[in-house]
Every structure is written in structure tokens, then in C-alpha cells.
């Protein structure tokens, strides 16, 4: 006799036939969510810890941006820029105060971001710097997308491998070396393109003195230092950027995820107008970028983000966290790395790799991921609580026990 499938297992089934096979998700079906926790299909509830990547950064359904994508909803959602709307303004307006800057380029994921980043200083670089021949310098190991460009300068083999050509342009140095960054700017270099805490890689800090060297290297070189903060930004370190925890501040930002407050995709490339003033109509552009809908929701995460308290949350939280799993290094952890409520915890082999692991804690009602084999990411959403947080080590800990 045949057993009945589960609704989970359907979904799994039917999900293996007609989804495209990039990811390898963890065997949990989502169908709703609220603020850290998700249910599934059968009705459980998981922990969320990975907040899409820290898209999620403010909670699911998070009130404050739902109500503006609702009242948004009910007005205009698409009109493209061959218009103008009522919210694009306002929301590029009040991103570029939060960061310090003048303009704000809309796009919408995290990758178009860094595409459009890589083709402002391109541009830059002809017309202000006079490079016909530019190059970019970037860190090993980092993280930035997986469009040809980008994957054009990955270490990553599984992203980089099949789809050559490659882009040329590119040069990269080991992340933290600020002597190798030196030795790697010439004359034709146009940015360095950097993480301040890189992710991907398993939440890797820098030194201390690294990005005010590499603030001051783009300074004295007249090169555009660009900051990748579409994971670490947005409070999600504890600060509303990473590079505020070095005080330095980059020539562009290239913002996403969080940006969208988990309800639309929404990033953008900010800078003063001697470097976004370099586009000129036709040069750049998206059908769908700063959309009233995603301006609207912008706006409230600006607005939210403005007032301090997801930035303060993430650091008191954050060190609840980290001092937690610091507790169990020598006991299946063997470090912990991080800043704020993001963490990224290397798994001792003996205990499985980092997707066993975080297999191991699905079953237990917590959701993480794995990275580079045996780390484990956690990033839950700002609005958890310490006795969560207590909730989700106690059930690591009893993973690492098992």
C-alpha cells in the first residue's frame, strides 16, 4: 500500500519537477510568517535566524512596512521612469540624508546594485579620472552576486565554473591585506570594491585598522572606495552601516536587501553628484527600479532605520548572542566571528558539516544556513528577544550534544 505524501513532501516533489535547481533548500515549506517566526505547511513553527539573508532585517510582516506597501497598494505601484512619481523623491531624498550623500540610483536586487556600481565608476573614471583602460580591485573570497560580471572576479568555483567568457577588468588581493590593496592600485585603477564584513564568506571581520587604510589609500590614489553593505547594512551589525564601527565612510554605498523591508526588492547605489552626476539619461536605467511601491516601503525603512532603535537592538541583542556561542567554543564550536546580530559559527568537522548541522537544527524548530562547509550563519530578524535567542542556542546546543 502506497503511503499518502505529506503536503511538505508534495510541495518538495513538485518543486524538484518545475523549479529551476540553483539552491538546495532546507526541507521546510513556508506558507506564513510573522515577525522571527515561520510555519509551515504541517503547521510548525521554525525560529528564523537566517532572515533571507537579512532582507528580513525588521521582521516578518513587519507592521509599519506592510501598512505602507498596503496603503501604496491602493494608489499607484508601476508607472517606470519615463515618469515621474509622487514617491520616488521623497524616498531617494530621505536614503541619501540616512547616508550622507546626494543622489540615489534605485535598482532593484542586491546584484544590479553592484553591476551599477561597477559601471559608475567605469564611467567615473573615464570622464572625471581620464582612464581608458580602468580596473577595479576587489577581496578574495567576497561576496557581491552571481551575474557573469560578477562572477567574473568570484573565488567561488561552483558560481564561476560553466559560464565563461569572463568579464576582464578586475583585480583581486587578499581581504584584510591592506598592503596587498596598495600594491595593487595603478594608475588605470578606477574603485576597490569591498565588503566591510564580508558575509558569504563566513562572516569575516576585518583588523581593525583595515578600512581606514583602505578609506586612505582611495583618497591619496583618487579612487572611488566602494562600500558593499547589502547584507551588513541597515543596522544589521549594530550600526546603521558596517564601516560606521571604523568610523569611515565610503565614496558609494551599495545598498539592497533590508532596503525592501522583506516585501519588495529594492537597492540602490548612493554617492554625491560629482560621482552619480556622471549618468546622463539612456546611459543606465530599469523598468521597474525605484517603483512607487518599492519607494514607499523604502521610505518607512528610512524612516525606521532614522530612529536608532534597530541599530541599538542589534547591538545589545547581538552581544547576548555572541557571548552565547562563544560559551560553546571547545564544546563543537570552534570559533565565532561577527558583529551585532550576525554570527558565523565554524562547526568542528566531528559533528558533521555546517548543512548536516543546520539539517539537524531544522528538526529542532531553528532555521540557519550554511556557508564554505562547516560554518553556520545566524542572522535572525532585529525584533528577537533574548529568551529566543536563549531558545535557539539551547537547541543548538543540544544538536552539538546529539
Not at 506592510?66 to 530621505?94: N, Y
Not at 532603535?309 to 567554543?329: A, K, N, P, V
Request: charge should be negative.
Amino acid at each position: 500500500m502506497t503511503m499518502m505524501m505529506s503536503r511538505t513532501q508534495s510541495v518538495i516533489e513538485l518543486d524538484s519537477r518545475h523549479v529551476a535547481h540553483n539552491y538546495s533548500p532546507l526541507p521546510v515549506v513556508a506558507a506564513s510568517a510573522e515577525g522571527v517566526w515561520i510555519t509551515d505547511v504541517e503547521g510548525r513553527r521554525y525560529l528564523d535566524c537566517l532572515a533571507a539573508y537579512s532582507a528580513v532585517n525588521f521582521g516578518h510582516r513587519n507592521p509599519e512596512v506592510t501598512a505602507a506597501a498596503h496603503a501604496q497598494l491602493d494608489a499607484v505601484t508601476l508607472v517606470s521612469r519615463a515618469f515621474h512619481s509622487d514617491r520616488l523623491a521623497p524616498f531617494c531624498a530621505a536614503l541619501a540624508d540616512l547616508c550622507g550623500k546626494d543622489m540615489v540610483l534605485p535598482m532593484n536586487s542586491g546584484a544590479e546594485a553592484v553591476e551599477s556600481g561597477i559601471k559608475v565608476a567605469r564611467k567615473w573614471g573615464t570622464d572625471v579620472k581620464g582612464v581608458t583602460d580602468s580596473n577595479i580591485v576587489v577581496a578574495q573570497n567576497n561576496f557581491h552576486g552571481r551575474t557573469t560580471t560578477i562572477i567574473s572576479f568570484s573565488d567561488d568555483a561552483t558560481a564561476r565554473r560553466g559560464f565563461g567568457p569572463y568579464t576582464p577588468g578586475f583585480r583581486s588581493v587578499p581581504f584584510g591585506d591592506a598592503d596587498a590593496l596598495a600594491r595593487a592600485i595603478d594608475e588605470n585603477t578606477v574603485a576597490v570594491l569591498i565588503e566591510p564584513i564580508q558575509g558569504e564568506a563566513g562572516i569575516i571581520v576585518p583588523p581593525d585598522e583595515y578600512l581606514p587604510r583602505v578609506r586612505d589609500l582611495c583618497t591619496d590614489r583618487n579612487v572611488l572606495m566602494i562600500a558593499d553593505e547589502i547584507q551588513s547594512g541597515l543596522a544589521r551589525t549594530g550600526r546603521t552601516f558596517a564601516c560606521d564601527h571604523w568610523g569611515v565612510v565610503p565614496d558609494i554605498y551599495l545598498l539592497g536587501k533590508a532596503l525592501g523591508g522583506g516585501v519588495m526588492p529594492l537597492s540602490a547605489v548612493v554617492a554625491d553628484r560629482d560621482i552619480l552626476g556622471v549618468l546622463h539619461p539612456g546611459e543606465h536605467g530599469s523598468t521597474f527600479g525605484g517603483n512607487p511601491l518599492a519607494a514607499a516601503i523604502g521610505t518607512t525603512v528610512v524612516s525606521m532605520l532614522a530612529r536608532g532603535e534597530f541599530q541599538r537592538r542589534s547591538t545589545e541583542l547581538g552581544e547576548h548572542l555572541h557571548r552565547r556561542l562563544r560559551d560553546l567554543i571547545g564544546q563543537g564550536v570552534l570559533a565565532v566571528r561577527g558583529r551585532g546580530l550576525w554570527a558565523g559559527v565554524d562547526i568542528d568537522p566531528v559533528h558533521g558539516t555546517g548543512k548536516e548541522v543546520s539539517l539537524r537544527l531544522a528538526e529542532r524548530g531553528v532555521l540557519v544556513k550554511d556557508t564554505h562547509g562547516s560554518t553556520l550563519r545566524f542572522a535572525p530578524p532585529l525584533v528577537i528577544t533574548a529568551d529566543e535567542i536563549d531558545w535557539a542556542v539551547d537547541r543548538f546546543v543540544e544538536v552539538l550534544r546529539s
